[in-house]
């Protein structure tokens, strides 16, 4: 099988107040609007997450992003007021922390540097 794009749904039961707080999280207005119930922010070259609402599956989405620079989005999240827990990990591991939505989706992001 080859994949060619990535598509990650988070679901939400409401879009509006939804779609504030992941343009705060992302730090831009979505890439496409799709519909009036549905949003998309292009992450990666050939990744994006899309935002819908749809209430029968909200808050269960689980999400888990690579960043260059865990310590500055720790930074920029905090400024926001944006609540995020770091993760303990061993001194081998990458640095990670969670931060979940207002619906209680869950974002993990770690620190890969070097883009691998």
């Given amino acids: ?6 598509f990650a749904g988070v679901p939400v ?3 509006a107040a939804a779609r504030v ?5 992302f730090g831009r207005e979505p890439d496409y ?3 009036e119930n549905e ?3 292009q992450i990666a070259g050939v990744g994006s997450i899309y935002l819908v609402g749809d ?9 888990t992003l690579a960043v260059d620079d865990l310590e ?22 990458p640095k990670r922390m969670v931060i979940t939505d207002p619906e209680g989706n869950q974002f993990t992001l770690f620190e890969n540097s070097d883009g691998d």
């Fill in 21 to 25: 707080w992941y343009a705060r999280f």
């Fill in 13 to 15: 039961a409401d879009y």
């Fill in 55 to 63: 209430t029968a599956r909200a808050g269960r989405a689980l999400v």
């Fill in 33 to 35: 609007i799709v519909t």
């Fill in 72 to 93: 500055e989005l720790v930074i920029r999240f905090t400024e926001l007021g944006l609540a995020m827990q770091l993760v303990d990990i061993s001194p081998d591991s």
């Fill in 39 to 41: 949003s998309m922010w």
């Fill in 1 to 6: 099988m080859k994949i060619n794009y990535l």
